[in-house]
């Protein structure tokens, strides 16, 4: 598989420029013009899983078996993909700190206890890092009944805190207690009828909530929202921004285009790791070099 990297940019490019073999990135200046001005942008492959069981009777479309996640990661590695999180595409837009060749973003939602027995020894072995977006509610429920089982429970926060500090899990929201769709709570989404002030004061609530849980397990603040369901409203920007969270992260099946720009960085698509597919049968055309360009 060639390269997956795509450039666009605005060239004004004079017969000097072109001579001096201008390289990405590179903004050259005759006098006070700028001559060249490039912007890199990058696809990204973002994959959502949630929880791993032996039992193959238990797998579907957010169950599988902890097997078949150590044949991607095995996969990926020997495809020449590297493993990115949150900060790492933050650092490439806002910092100009490269990414490494091939980036896909291991993502694994609402904290499931299954992730810290079966995946995190995975993760460990193969040194490949994901996001984790437990779900803080349930964090604080397991850490207060240490009822831990991967069949049924969620990570209590020492295994959260266990993660983290092995440098591999990035530890982002997925809400204090918004995990839900009902007559009160639609995910992260304003509800009909609702304000748009009692919106934003409901949100920041739960999320700060769940930023603190965190911070008080990790000592690292969160920088990135991972909408329980996809489920957001274009109001919650604001709460975002407050919140100094730089990543935003949907569940709409695609690949995304980070560039210097910051908008690259919200409602990062995923596509679902469901069970059913071999490594190779599913990774080949979600990562072809083709297929991504035109995204
Ligand atoms: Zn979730």
Avoid at 1 to 6: E, L, P
Avoid at 99 to 105: A, D, H, S, T
Wanted: aromatic letters at 10%; hydrophobic letters at 35%; one cysteine or more.
């Amino acid at each position: 598989m060639s390269i997956i990297r795509a450039r666009r940019g605005i060239f004004i490019v004079t017969a000097i420029a072109a001579a001096a073999g201008l390289t990405a990135g590179l903004l050259l200046r005759t006098g006070s013009t700028a001559v060249f001005n490039e912007e890199e942008q990058i696809p990204l492959v973002a994959v959502m899983y949630h929880s791993f069981s032996k039992d193959m009777s238990k797998c579907g479309d957010y169950v599988i078996p902890p097997e078949l996640f150590e044949n991607d990661i095995k996969y990926l590695i020997a495809e020449g993909f590297s493993f990115v999180d949150t900060r790492d595409i933050t650092d490439y837009c806002k910092n100009d700190t490269p990414l490494p060749p091939k980036p896909v973003m291991i993502t694994i939602d609402d904290g499931h206890y299954s992730v810290y027995e079966y995946i995190f020894p995975i993760m460990k072995k193969y040194k490949a890092k994901a996001v984790i977006a437990p779900i803080a509610v349930e964090c604080d429920r397991y850490s207060e009944s240490m009822e831990l089982n991967p069949s049924y429970s969620n990570m209590c926060w020492d295994n959260i805190k266990e993660m983290y500090d092995s440098g591999l899990a990035d530890i982002q929201n997925h809400s204090y207690d918004m995990h839900h769709i009902n007559s009160r709570v639609r995910g992260c989404a304003k509800l009909r009828g609702e304000a748009t002030e009692q919106y934003r004061t409901r949100l920041y609530a739960d999320l700060k909530k769940a930023d603190d849980a965190i911070f008080n397990a990790t000592g690292a603040r969160p920088i990135a929202m991972i909408y329980p369901f996809g489920l957001t409203s274009k109001e919650a920007r604001e709460v975002i921004d407050r919140l100094g969270y730089t990543v935003t992260v949907s569940c709409t099946e695609g690949a995304s285009m980070i560039t210097r720009e910051e908008k690259s960085l919200h409602m990062i698509k995923r596509y679902n790791r469901a069970y059913g597919k071999g490594s190779e049968t599913f990774f080949r055309p979600i990562t072809e070099t083709d297929r991504l360009s035109e995204q």
